[in-house]
């Protein structure tokens, strides 16, 4: 099996990934902005989140490892579900 990291996958946030992931919204955007020297907004950035009836959101998984990268290591509070779904890519 192969994977893109343009391809989607649906994760269930744990209360503690919905926490960093609005703590880290602005951080986050600010950093990317400078980074790739953007000047995009929280809310043309960040797609809304939206949950299906079993509890997932999806996210592109570069998105997804550019967000939660630094609050996952051996020992961390999990900031969401370890089971990821895997989905197409969508245009």
């Known amino acids: 099996m192969k994977i893109n990291i343009n391809d989607y996958v649906k994760i ?3 209360d503690y990934g919905k926490e960093v992931l609005k703590e880290t919204k602005e951080e ?3 950093s990317f902005n400078k980074r ?3 000047k ?3 809310d043309s950035f960040f797609e809304k989140i939206e ?3 079993e509890g997932y959101t999806k996210f592109q998984l570069w998105h997804l490892m550019e967000i939660f990268g630094d609050y996952m290591y051996n020992g961390a509070d999990n900031v969401f579900d370890l089971n990821i779904k895997l989905t197409k ?3």
């Open 36 to 38: 790739y020297n953007t």
């Open 51 to 53: 949950y299906d009836k």
């Open 28 to 30: 986050f955007l600010t």
């Open 12 to 14: 269930k946030l744990t």
């Open 89 to 91: 890519w969508e245009e």
């Open 40 to 42: 995009h907004t929280v």
